[in-house]
């Protein structure tokens, strides 16, 4: 029966008995849910340079013009 802290309000709780898991309830489920959505959290990510637009191929439609 492992116990371990939720990551919400750091309560212990067994994990094997709660419905929410990793969660020690849905209400602590709910508010990291509605920090995902709020973008309370975020996943870092490495931005690419933007392409220059003198770099783009020119289709034969823009010659036309």
């Known amino acids: ?5 939720c990551p919400i309000c ?3 709780f067994d ?3 709660s419905p929410a ?4 309830s849905d209400r602590c489920r709910q508010i990291d ?5 709020d973008e309370g959290y975020s996943v870092p990510v490495e931005r690419e ?4 637009a ?3 191929p ?7 013009s």
């Open 15 to 17: 994990a094997e008995s």
């Open 49 to 52: 340079e933007p392409e220059q």
């Open 1 to 5: 029966m492992p116990v371990i802290r």
């Open 54 to 56: 003198d770099d783009w």
């Open 33 to 37: 849910l509605g920090r995902w959505l």
């Open 58 to 64: 020119i289709s034969e439609e823009d010659e036309e």
């Open 10 to 12: 750091r309560r212990a």
């Open 21 to 24: 898991m990793p969660f020690c």
